[in-house]
């Protein structure tokens, strides 16, 4: 879902954590690049969809 919109890190990793971290807080160009790419992403969802996906889920499992 994050698709190129993310710096993904190890979360289990502290070491890759504050890597990653730092870069994001530090990197001004990759900042910018990430709400960039974020922005596009973002896009692709929207709240109606959203919503009609969280209660076909209810439905199904309700039985009805």
């Known amino acids: 879902m994050l698709g190129e919109?993310?710096?993904?890190?190890?979360?289990?990793?502290?070491?890759?954590?504050?890597r990653g971290?730092?870069?994001v807080l530090l990197d001004e160009k990759l900042r910018q690049r990430l709400v960039k790419r974020g922005h596009r992403q973002v896009r692709r969802f929207s709240w109606k969809d959203s919503?009609?996906?969280i209660l076909d889920i209810y439905?199904?499992?309700a039985g009805s």
């Open 51 to 53: 919503v009609r996906r």
């Open 21 to 23: 971290i730092r870069q």
């Open 59 to 61: 439905h199904e499992t």
């Open 5 to 18: 919109a993310a710096l993904f890190v190890n979360a289990e990793k502290v070491f890759d954590l504050s």
